[in-house]
């Protein structure tokens, strides 16, 4: 079978367009997870996003191994921190938040995963994490301590994304924060998209199917709902 990478390369390929749904351990029950999984195969999403900004350590290992009993969707992390890895998991987003200035993020916190990522099984997919101004004092923004990139600052947002590219990134991710009152822009993201020739995620406070929609015709590949689809909106 195809990697989570290879199958996403053939999506954005092919011009079909990809759904995920974003768990955070944090915020979910372990009892839910029956239903929620239920939920989101309703959905058709393609893969379970798994990761917060506060999760305890232990908590994703735990929460992975329940929903692989509920579910055969397949489960990246997406984690806010290095201790959330678990070889639980299908694959592993392995971030650089290259909108940032802060060292932990761009290199520290990837340092501290390799005891152990160099004894695991998990797919491992370099991803250039770009944070756009969602006009909320997001977790990320809070956590990493960085200056998001200005709606408006497509100049920069692209050489960003393209830069994240050259430096042999497979993905770029577009991120306006967990519950941004402002998802990325859509001129944004078709400039990005133009300008990128790997595949492209976006998400933060994306809540209605038509937000939804244009995300996907201004070039995300694929696109990641996490409050949303806690608060049934999907
Ligand atoms: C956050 O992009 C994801 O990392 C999803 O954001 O919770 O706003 O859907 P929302």
Do not use: H
Not at 22 to 47: G, R, Y
Not at 145 to 167: C, E, F, R, W
């Amino acid at each position: 079978t195809d990697s989570i990478l290879a199958y996403i390369q053939k999506a954005s390929k092919k011009g079909e367009k990809l759904l995920a749904i974003l768990l955070d351990p944090d915020k979910t029950t372990f009892e839910e997870i029956p239903v929620i999984s239920k939920k989101i195969e309703t959905l058709k999403a393609n893969f379970i996003f798994v990761g917060g900004s506060f999760v305890e350590k232990g908590v994703t290992s735990v929460f992975v191994k329940k929903l692989k009993e509920n579910t055969q969707i397949p489960i990246v992390l997406f984690p806010g921190d290095y201790s959330q890895v678990t070889n639980k998991a299908d694959a592993l987003l392995f971030l650089s938040l290259l909108s940032g200035r802060n060292p932990e993020y761009l290199i520290e916190q990837q340092i501290k995963s390799v005891p152990f990522l160099k004894n695991s099984t998990l797919e491992i997919i370099p991803t250039g994490y770009i944070l756009i101004d969602g006009g909320t004092n997001s977790s990320v923004l809070k956590v990493s301590k960085t200056t998001p990139i200005a709606q408006n600052n497509i100049d920069l947002a692209v050489s960003t994304a393209i830069a994240g590219m050259y430096k042999g990134k497979q993905l770029i991710y577009l991120e306006a924060g967990s519950g941004a009152k402002i998802p990325v822009n859509l001129d944004l993201i078709s400039e990005v998209k133009k300008n990128i020739t790997i595949p492209l995620i976006v998400g933060g406070g994306i809540k209605t199917k038509e937000q939804l929609n244009n995300a996907f015709k201004y070039g995300a590949d694929l696109v990641v709902i996490g409050t949303a689809f806690e608060q049934n909106n999907f």
